[in-house]
């Protein structure tokens, strides 16, 4: 019986190079003549490396995760109307203050300096002062000092219906006070409101300022307090309803005796989760003490925030006014006239404003970003002056036009 002879690994690996379907290589065999036979050597060796080189690089890129912008223009008949933060740019009424049950705290406002050098350095440190004083007071006296919104809202319409007091909800900013929203997460009961009794968010469903907010508002610049006011107006910020709102950082200044309007484009950021190069968060494994006690949405800023008061927690031994308190904890508010506090306070201040705590806080996965453009015109005019005179003394028991502006 005959066996087929066994082959030997120079024979197949030459028969292999001799029928390859590789452009190039059968040529290396085939060539007659060794010069021949170099060159085509050569040139397979080079493709071979160029083709090395292009996967090496397209391995590269697989890994760096590549993101490409995807912008998408949505039309809609209903959209979501914005929530609207507003506060009076003067925290404390001078009425209160001169009040008995307030009077103490009209020391903080005493400071002077004959240098005018030293001027700005006082009144930031008043500033502060009086800011610390407030802190130590309960919620509901600081939300009694401010302004309150029966005073101050003097007409509310919103889509050609009317609204009033019960449609925002207030709540205290630590630089700027008592502040209020309109169309906000904590919304009071809008059963009265038949058009949208069974909405949870109002929405708009046209553009124009017809079909938007109107609202006329009383600042009371009679009750301010001219050491620590030196403007006059409404600080206003638009946000999502989940996006806890930070007037003293974000928003416009809205000044008194002007008719102000404002467009807006709402511009909706949604980003991809590690491993792309956005590397953002949801929030659900970083601490937030703004979600802890106001239930609002992950950010950014409440991450930082939440992140300075943390480590002045742990190495100051006391919590900072400016930022909630972390839930079930009862760390006391520093005590910022005590020189080694204050120095620590100081220090994370400084180091939250310039961004170097070095804490985790990623970029949120969605963000609404709205886009504003400002517009004014006297208010009111010289015809509609009287009747609106009128009209507020027999509402608000003003005595003359001149406090209207």
């Known amino acids: 019986m005959a066996y087929p002879q066994r082959r030997s690994l120079r024979s197949i690996c030459s028969h292999t190079l001799r029928h390859t379907s590789a452009h190039g290589v059968p040529n290396i065999i085939h060539s007659k003549g060794q010069w021949r036979s170099c060159c085509w050597a050569a040139f397979v060796l080079l493709v071979l490396c160029c083709m090395l080189w292009q996967c090496s690089q397209l391995t590269a890129t697989f890994l760096r995760y590549p993101t490409q912008e995807k912008v998408t223009l949505v039309n809609s008949a209903r959209l979501p109307f914005p929530a609207i933060t507003f506060c009076n740019l003067n925290r404390a009424r001078m009425s209160k203050l001169n009040s008995s049950k307030y009077q103490s705290l009209t020391e903080y406002l005493s400071f002077t300096s004959g240098n005018e050098s030293e001027e700005g350095s006082i009144s930031h440190g008043r500033d502060r002062n009086f800011t610390f004083a ?38 205290l900013n630590p630089k700027l006070g008592i502040c209020y929203t309109f169309n906000g997460r904590r919304q009071a009961d809008l059963q009265h409101w038949q058009n949208y009794q069974q909405e949870e968010y109002l929405n708009a469903t046209k553009a124009g300022f017809s079909y938007g907010l109107t609202m006329e508002l009383f600042i009371e610049q009679s009750e301010y307090i001219s050491s620590l006011s030196t403007t006059a107006g409404l600080r206003v910020v638009l946000h999502g309803q989940g996006k806890m709102p930070f007037p003293e950082d974000e928003g416009v200044n809205v000044p008194p005796g002007q008719e102000s309007d404002i467009g807006i484009v709402k511009v909706h950021v949604k980003r991809l989760q590690e491993p792309y190069s956005s590397k953002c968060s949801n929030g659900n494994d970083i601490r937030n003490f703004y979600t802890d006690v106001y239930g609002t949405d992950y950010s950014r800023e409440t991450c930082k925030k939440s992140c300075a008061q943390a480590k002045m927690i742990k190495n100051c031994g006391c919590r900072m006014w400016e930022f909630p308190e972390p839930p079930g904890s009862n760390v006391p508010l520093c005590n910022i006239s005590e020189p ?66």
Not at 135 to 161: A, K, R, V
Not at 357 to 376: A, D, G, R, V
């Open 340 to 405: 080694s506090v204050n120095h620590c306070v100081e220090m994370y201040e400084y180091k939250l404003s310039h961004d170097q705590l070095k804490c985790h806080c990623p970029l949120q996965c969605e963000e609404e970003i709205f886009e504003l453009t400002l517009s004014s015109s006297q208010w009111p005019s010289s015809m509609y002056l009287d009747s609106f005179t009128k009209r507020l003394q027999s509402r608000k028991g003003f005595q003359s036009a001149q406090s209207i502006r």
């Open 134 to 171: 407030l802190s130590q007071l309960t919620p509901q006296e600081q939300m009694e000092l401010g302004h309150q919104l029966e005073n101050m809202l003097i007409s509310c319409i919103f889509h050609d219906e009317v609204c009033n007091e019960s449609f925002f909800t207030p709540f």
